[in-house]
């Protein structure tokens, strides 16, 4: 039985299912999730997957992140032992560059306990794979709650604000709605407005009739598990995605397919489910686990502050065949009109006089 036939059974019997919970079972649900089944059956990742990330676009960016890795761990005191961790490693790109770039500080990889975070077992064996020859071998953890923190951490999460689903809300001229997914006539799918339940609170920014405002109790629950996690062992959190840095209105639900925008409700688990990160609702709830936090920075500006442009200078001098591909990249990456604003770079970082690389002022 489809995962769709099975939520338009369980909508019919239980009622409207709000988009949060919706995305939730797209995304993971065990028999027909797209994270659970989508890539042992055909790749989700690259040019022939569903979508591409930053990781993937050029080496740059992950050997950066292993650059800004090294010098937080040396803002630490260089300990004889630290965990580095991923959260959602992808196909463990991002990891292996960033490892690659380590090298240049030996001790760093001696001290280093590897710990990846990823629910997906198909994911797991692609990451194994990647990072098989690395100098650091990798262990695998359920969860944030599974990390120890008798060493202090250094986290990178890069595009999973966005996997974490929220609530939607419709201001009507009658007051606020929430937005749920129905099923119609005919059995198929259909979003719709019930009363929002008890406990709704109306957002504190002006908000036009029809507009959508989302409310993602999920991120708030990560910026709390990282605060918390950052606070016990000490260390920085580093979080990078496309949202806002600032709440707003507007419906971000989108589903991709290979690389294209499709219904979200049509399949159910065939295409990868995402909206956009709400970095302040994050980063408050970081604040209140006793963390601090940075500002959110442009990925743009970001990459800037970490020297991407040398270091693609760098890679064109060794590459003068590639110049023209290594401008695209970065390009890609970093211009307003691409990935260089609507991506964000924030930390989550303790103890307090801790200054995180990239936002020294």
């Not at 040396?74 to 770039?101: I, K, N």
């Not at 009363?195 to 920014?205: E, L, N, R």
């Not at 959508?212 to 999920?218: D, G, L, Q, R």
């Amino acid at each position: 039985m489809s995962l769709k036939t099975r939520l338009a059974r369980e909508i019919a019997l239980s009622g409207p299912m709000t988009v949060a919970d919706y995305v939730t079972r797209c995304l993971h649900d065990p028999q027909g999730g797209y994270y659970a089944t989508r890539p042992a059956q055909r790749p989700i990742l690259g040019a022939g997957g569903d979508f591409i990330t930053a990781p993937m676009i050029s080496q740059m960016f992950g050997e950066l992140i292993g650059l800004w890795a090294v010098e937080l761990w040396s803002r630490l005191g260089a300990p004889d032992r630290f965990r580095l961790v991923e959260v959602g490693p992808g196909d463990g790109t991002l990891m292996a560059d960033a490892l690659r770039a380590a090298r240049l500080a030996p001790s760093f990889l001696e001290a280093c306990d590897l710990v990846l975070i990823e629910p997906s077992g198909p994911l797991r064996e692609m990451q194994a794979k990647r990072l098989a020859d690395g100098d650091v071998e990798p262990r695998w953890v359920s969860g944030l709650d599974k990390v120890e923190t008798d060493a202090p951490i250094i986290l990178i999460a890069n595009e999973v604000l966005d996997c974490l689903p929220a609530r939607q809300f419709v201001k009507t001229d009658d007051g606020w709605a929430e937005r749920r997914v129905g099923v119609d006539d005919d059995g198929g799918l259909v979003f719709g407005l019930v009363k929002p339940s008890a406990g709704f609170i109306k957002p504190d920014f002006d908000v036009a009739p029809g507009q959508v405002v989302e409310i993602s109790e999920a991120q708030a629950g990560f910026g709390r598990a990282v605060g918390e996690l950052v606070k016990a062992a000490t260390g920085a959190a580093l979080l990078i995605d496309y949202g806002r840095a600032r709440p707003g209105a507007g419906d971000t639900l989108q589903a991709l397919y290979r690389h294209e925008k499709v219904d979200p409700l049509v399949e159910p688990g065939q295409a990868d489910l995402t909206q956009w990160a709400d970095f302040q609702t994050v980063l408050e709830a970081a604040v209140r686990a006793g963390a601090d936090v940075t500002g959110c920075l442009d990925q743009g500006e970001f990459l800037h502050l970490l020297g991407i442009e040398a270091r693609a200078e760098r890679l064109k001098q060794g590459r003068p065949d590639a110049s023209a591909i290594i401008d695209r990249q970065l390009a890609r990456l970093t211009a307003p009109d691409q990935m260089g604003e609507l991506f964000k770079a924030a930390a989550v970082f303790a103890p307090h006089g801790l200054v995180v690389p990239g936002w020294e002022d």
